[in-house]
Each structure stands twice: as structure tokens, then as C-alpha cells.
């Protein structure tokens, strides 16, 4: 079986967790900033888990993830 290759940009954007979960980090946090509430920046701190349903399809683009 040939090696499979990874797709490189989403390498960079998403790690495995300790279970084999996928985190993500949340995506409008670069500028713009002053017209979103301080609330909203906080969320925007913190990671995600990608959802199942979307993981599957995710692993097959970073398969030695």
C-alpha cells in the first residue's frame, strides 16, 4: 500500500487529543476585534472538539494525525 498524503493546512490547524479526539482552535480571533464583545473574544480562546460526524472526513485528509 502506497503512502497516503497529508494535506498540509489542516495538519497545522487541528491536533489529537489523548482519546483520539479532534480539537480545533475557533476561527475570528485575527482582527476586527473592536466591534466584538469581550465575551465573545474569551470564547474565541478557547478550543473546540470537531464533531463526529465531521472527524471521520478529517482523518482521511491527516491520516497520521
Known sequence: MPK???QRG???RVKAT?????RRYRAGKSHLLTK????RKRR???G???HAA???RIR???PYL
Not at 489523548?18 to 479532534?22: M, V
Not at 466584538?36 to 465575551?39: F, I, V
Request: aromatic letters at 0%; glycine letters at 8%.
Open 10 to 12: 489542516l495538519a497545522k
Open 54 to 56: 465531521d472527524a471521520k
Open 36 to 39: 466584538k464583545s469581550r465575551a
Open 18 to 22: 489523548g482519546t483520539g479526539k479532534l
Open 48 to 50: 473546540d472538539l470537531i
Open 60 to 62: 482521511r485528509l491527516v
Open 4 to 6: 497516503v498524503k497529508t
Open 44 to 46: 474565541l480562546r478557547q
